[in-house]
């Protein structure tokens, strides 16, 4: 038996993790959830970013926390879950957040959008990215310490990264199709984890399998956790997100700039005691495509376009098909081209994106502009994840694995909530109103900020960037 599993591994390059290539497909799906499901959540906010703020009773400006919500707690989730996944067993920690997304949150969300029950409704989307942050950690625990650095580990990685864009196109269709039921999206997210959940106990190795050849005495413990690093990170995220967010609705009150300068000073003694750089450029082209331009290309849509949110759903289906053939290039591209070049890449797309939204009025026309505006910039994200993924687990020790995949998580998540926020305040100054929609010269300049943001990340990566072809290697230790 042994012998035969040494050939069919000789034979697909099977990890010894796993026990065959079925199981391995149902393991990289899996572990890829957490990224979908953040992806459905994010389109949905996005796409019924009118309906939901009708539905609940809030007016128009308090749209970024429907967001900003769910971005604050799995930015708090995956900054703790990262090294609780290399402590505790990632597969418990997968399982557990499945069932958790499936009868504690999503069930309830089905009754959460009412005025009545606005809080719930809040409550519920950050309980479910609490799960969903948690599902990120573990699987970049998991699939880092499963595959060591080569072609196969490229591609697994540029696959979790292709299900961003597939499952923002979901959701956007999801949310769409279903504005006039909102409640069904719950119920829809909730049955798709009741799947996972089934899927995850099959396919998901026990720990002693997703490193078999490591001693007891190797594994880090939870006196291990490196708790004053996690609770300055942690409250750095909750403090400046909600900062940032509560400035406009309350016309930049006194507490609204103490909360920032609070949140700021956290994220500097993170620094101080971790004594890691930051992803500057990673952080600012991606807080700008997510916060500065796709939530503010759907406000174009539906409220300068004056689309219905179905039709603006099916104008980010190219972001599904970009990030696909982005992933697929990436795969293919890692072991040839040092990867630096493919993140400078990825901030061009990044800015390209933007640039097409610049002419953009009312009467343009969908495949004029919008279309390869969002086509162009999706190969941003997609090239990018995969190249920083890869290089930062592949240069850290097998049992930190999550701690460092958790750090890239992060810097998307955070970088997204922040840059909405900003954005909001840009939008909002040349509006000069927070109880209308923002007109066509705000959303310019949203734009405008966006794009720079882009540029100044690949000046960075230009300057000081450096990361070498992949190669097929063992870990560090």
């Not at 009773?57 to 930015?75: E, K």
């Not at 967010?245 to 000073?265: E, F, H, K």
């Not at 982005?326 to 072991?335: E, P, Q, R």
């Not at 097998?398 to 750090?407: D, K």
């Amino acid at each position: 038996m042994e012998a035969g599993s040494n050939t069919l591994r000789g034979r697909t390059g099977l990890p010894p993790g796993l026990s065959s290539l079925q199981e391995e497909i149902g393991f990289v799906a899996i572990c890829s959830m957490g990224q979908l499901l953040f992806a459905i959540f994010l389109a949905n906010g996005f796409v019924n970013q009118i309906t939901l703020v009708d539905a609940l009773g809030l007016p128009l400006s308090y749209s970024p926390w429907l967001i900003g919500a769910f971005l604050v707690a799995n930015g708090i989730s995956v900054v703790l879950s990262g090294s609780a996944a290399d402590l505790a067993n990632p597969k418990h920690m997968a399982v557990g957040s499945f069932v958790w997304l499936t009868i504690c949150w999503n069930v309830i969300g089905c009754f959460s959008v009412h005025p009545s029950r606005k809080v719930l409704y809040f409550v519920v989307q950050a309980m479910s990215e609490l799960a969903v942050g948690t599902l990120c950690s573990s699987a970049m625990s998991m699939l880092g310490r499963v595959y060591k650095p080569g072609r196969r580990k490229n591609q697994v990685f540029s696959m979790m990264g292709a299900m961003i864009p597939m499952g923002f196109a979901i959701g956007a269709v999801l949310g769409g199709a279903l504005s006039a039921d909102l409640q069904w999206v719950s119920a829809v997210i909730a049955i798709l984890a009741a799947i996972c959940t089934a899927v995850a106990c099959w396919c998901i190795p026990a720990r002693q399998r997703l490193r078999p050849e490591a001693a007891d005495s190797d594994n880090p413990t939870l006196g291990d956790f490196d708790y004053l690093g996690g609770a300055n990170l942690a409250a750095g995220c909750g403090i400046l997100i909600f900062g940032l967010t509560q400035a406009v609705p309350t016309n930049w009150t006194p507490y609204t700039y103490a909360l920032i300068v609070v949140g700021v000073a956290c994220f500097g003694l993170f620094g101080i005691i971790e004594s890691r750089p930051l992803m500057i450029a990673y952080f600012l082209a991606y807080g700008a495509f997510v916060g500065g331009c796709n939530f503010y290309a759907c406000t174009f849509f539906l409220t300068i376009q004056n689309q219905p949110p179905i039709i603006a759903a099916v104008y980010l289906i190219p972001i599904g098909v970009g990030g696909t053939v982005a992933a697929w290039l990436v795969s293919k591209s890692l072991h040839v081209i040092p990867g630096h070049f493919i993140l400078i890449a990825s901030m061009l797309a990044f800015a390209s994106g933007r640039a097409f939204f610049m002419p953009q009025t009312p009467n343009t026309i969908h495949w004029a502009l919008s279309f390869p505006g969002l086509f162009i910039s999706t190969f941003g994200p997609d090239l990018s994840f995969p190249s920083i993924s890869v290089f930062i687990t592949s240069n850290v020790p097998r049992t930190f694995q999550g701690s460092a995949g958790s750090l890239l998580i992060t810097a998307q998540n955070l970088s997204s909530a922040v840059f909405t926020a900003l954005a909001e305040t840009i939008g909002r100054s040349q509006t000069h109103a927070i109880d209308k929609s923002l007109d066509l010269e705000a959303l310019r300049d949203i734009w405008w900020f966006s794009l720079a943001s882009s540029l100044v990340g690949a000046v960075v990566c230009v300057a000081f960037v450096r990361i070498p072809t992949s190669e097929e290697r063992d870990h560090v230790q």
